[in-house]
Nanobody, 125 residues
Framework: QVQLVESGGGSVQAGGSLRLSCAAS????????KGWFRQAPGREREGVAA???????IYTDSVKGRSTISTDNAKSTLYLQIDSLKPEDAAMYYC???????????????????WGQGTQVTVSS
């Protein structure tokens, strides 16, 4: 049973940066897909970024070029760095893991089966 705990959310001014962390409870996390997702009130949950076991990454168009997903396998921790924050980035952010079905991971919610509790990100303008 992998458990995920997010941290690092908070209130940031537009144009600022934020780094979110997701700590996993055990080593089996290393061989799974890892992703970040977000959900704002009244909107569906959307994928932000995903990373596969060999480090290949994918980002949604809205954060491409200003976001970085990474892992620290020694610490079993997943990170999401977002730069140049925009008001539309405000949401509850969730990390998740899921099985690797192929050679790469996608940031599609239905592919993930273990989720963290979420961390709130607020962006002020």
């Amino acid at each position: 049973q992998v458990q995920l705990v997010e941290s690092g959310g908070g209130s940031v001014q537009a144009g600022g940066s934020l780094r979110l962390s997701c700590a996993a409870s055990r080593y089996t996390y290393r061989s799974r897909c890892k992703g970040w997702f977000r959900q704002a009130p009244g909107r569906e949950r959307e994928g932000v970024a995903a990373i596969d076991p060999d480090g290949s990454t994918i980002y949604t168009d809205s954060v491409k070029g200003r976001s970085t997903i990474s892992t620290d396998n020694a610490k079993s921790t997943l990170y999401l760095q977002i730069d140049s924050l925009k008001p539309e980035d405000a949401a509850m952010y969730y990390c998740a893991t899921g099985p690797l079905y192929g050679s790469a991971c996608l940031a599609a919610p239905y592919l993930y089966n273990v989720w963290g509790q979420g961390t709130q990100v607020t962006v002020s303008s």
